[in-house]
């Protein structure tokens, strides 16, 4: 069914550290490589090997630039995945209920055997998190893992989204939101995290946590001794003289 | 947003189809035998061929009857019941007609009802999405009305009503046009709060997240061909609107009048409803830097 469920006390989501990600794109590679061979059909590539490759990628790392006010400008890597968000717009869009958000845990999913591919949850979705497969002509998502996180045949180390496993900077997070107290909620509260595009009403569960403020810009002069010279002997006396006239 | 020509065609022509048949329900053509089964045949035609058209856009057609379950929540789903119980609650009206009876008007009342409501719920799932600000405002309803009215009554040889409609249609289009010029700014979505970066100062995007094309941009972020706009526009209202309206106003609507007074309208409603999918910005746009002329920066064009 594509109503969406009343709120759930679990919120299962990620949080996403700006200041820490250096844009590697291992969770890019870590989520197509497990969701090739895990959860509905396979992430199928387009002419690969051609001039014009494309492909189906439940995460996307892009690169911003940012100048302050004041102070230097900063480069800001910017992954950008599905947000499970509690309003989901691309839930009841869906004509066939093929997309739902589930009760238990608030994981966006898609049915991908009702799929009929038509698109709208993709439109519905402000984020650009859905991409609809080049090849089996169904929408895919992320699934937060749902086939790792709750998987008991995998090591207790292994049970977070491939993406939180593989950050060699540990940038991404993973844990209930629902729960004021889980780390991943201090982490919110302490570092002052934030929603994408609230404006539209989504109220995505995923947070964002900004870059933290750098050193002030002190633009220490090393010559600036050097250049205070005072003239002595003739070239003095031609210093003062000048001067004068 | 891409203006895909399934889309296109799908909500041209069972815009006019629906439109075309709603008249006929209301009685507004009394006509029987062969010319009724010409008018009638032809609102059956337009508005079915205009449905499997909508079906070539999908990833697996084959499912597409999955489609009619969700009407609680999805205008889609609305959409496809509202068709459904309009081609089917008009049957035996068309064929009393046909056969040169009338059935009770109230009949034929249903059945409009039935044909408004299918427009109007394919407007809605235009309309719903926030995540384009153009669609997400009354024009939308009121432009994909106006085009169905205005077919109907052009097709069914009203002189008056579809004077009227066409002129009502010039005026929506007019303001869908320039309203929704302002429509992505009103929003207030922007690079700062797509990527929560405006806290601390302006946001530029640095360097792609993929060196190609994706899903998202084919789809979502159509920017080509937009240069036109500005005539496409005139002549969208031109051949829609104006040309039909002076027909309709001094020629007699004899059967190759009304043809080619449709025929100029149909015209114009595509070159629109190009345009209605070719000037929409989907938000997700901002991510990728690219918004079109409305936006002012860079990649658009």
């Known amino acids: 069914m594509t109503a969406l469920p009343p709120p759930s006390a679990r919120k ?58 004041t102070g230097p400008a900063q480069v800001v890597n910017f992954p950008r995945s599905c947000l499970h968000c509690e309003n989901a717009p691309c839930v009841t869009v869906c004509p066939t209920g093929a997309s739902y958000k589930r009760a238990e845990d608030g994981i966006v999913l898609v049915n991908e055997d009702a799929c009929i591919g038509c698109g709208l949850c993709a ?83 995923n947070k964002y946590l900004p870059p933290r403020a750098k050193g002030a810009d002190e633009r220490v002069d090393i010559l600036a001794p050097l250049l205070d010279v005072k003239a002595s002997g003739f070239a003095g006396w031609l210093d003062r003289l000048l001067e004068k006239i | 947003m891409h203006p895909a020509p399934s889309v296109i065609i799908f909500t041209v022509l069972s815009g006019a189809g629906f439109g075309l048949l709603f008249f006929l329900a209301l009685g507004a053509a009394p006509v029987f035998g062969l010319a009724a089964l010409l008018l009638w045949g032809t609102g059956y035609a337009l508005a079915v061929i205009g449905l499997l058209a909508s079906t070539f856009h999908l990833g697996n057609p084959q499912r597409a009857l999955r489609a009619f379950t969700q009407w609680r929540t999805s205008w889609l789903s609305r959409e496809g019941w509202a068709s459904v119980g309009a081609l089917l609650l008009l049957v035996p009206v068309a064929l009393a007609a046909i056969a040169g009876g009338a059935l009770p008007p109230v009949f034929g009342l249903v059945g409009a009802a039935f044909c408004l409501a299918t427009v109007a719920a394919t407007s809605m799932i235009y309309a719903q999405l926030k995540t384009v600000p153009r669609w997400n405002y ?12 205005t077919a109907g009554a052009i097709l069914t040889g009203r002189n008056l009503p579809a004077a009227i409609l066409s002129a009502a ?29 405006g806290r601390l100062g302006a946001p530029r995007v640095l360097a792609p997240a993929h060196t190609s094309s994706n899903y998202l941009m084919k789809e979502m972020i159509h920017v080509v061909g937009r240069k036109h706009s500005r005539r496409l526009r005139w002549i969208a209202v031109i051949f829609a609107s104006v040309l039909p309206l002076l027909i309709m106003l001094f020629v007699p609507p004899v059967p190759p009048v009304v043809a080619v007074a449709a025929l100029l309208h149909l015209a114009g409603a595509f070159v629109a409803r190009w345009l209605f999918f070719a000037e929409a910005e989907h ?9 079109g002329p409305e936006g002012g920066t860079a990649g658009g064009g």
């Open chain 2, 283 to 291: 938000v997700v746009g901002l991510y990728y830097g690219q918004r």
């Open chain 1, 123 to 205: 439109w519905a979705c402000p984020y650009g998190a859905r991409e609809l497969d080049g090849a089996a002509g169904v929408m895919k998502k992320c699934t937060l893992c749902v086939d790792r996180i709750y998987n008991e045949n995998l090591p207790e180390a292994d049970r977070v989204p491939a993406c939180v496993r593989t950050c060699p900077t540990g940038a991404r997070h993973f844990g209930d939101l629902g729960d004021s107290e889980s780390a991943v909620s201090r982490l919110v509260a302490e570092r002052g995290g934030y929603d994408l595009m609230p404006e539209l009403g989504t109220s995505p569960v």
């Open chain 2, 138 to 149: 009354w024009t939308t309803p009121a432009l994909f009305l106006a085009f169905a009215a």
């Open chain 2, 169 to 197: 249609l010039g005026v929506v289009l007019v303001l869908s046009f320039r309203l929704g010029d302002g429509r992505f700014a009103r929003r207030g979505a922007s690079l700062g709060t797509a990527t929560g970066l």
């Open chain 1, 12 to 69: 299962l989501g990620l949080v996403i550290d700006l200041d820490t990600c250096v844009g590697c794109q291992a969770c890019v590679t870590a989520c197509k490589g497990w969701n090739d061979q895990g959860y509905g059909v396979p992430l199928s590539d387009q002419n690969a090997w051609g001039s014009e490759p494309s492909g189906t990628f439940l995460n996307r790392v892009h690169a911003y630039e940012v100048q302050p006010d």
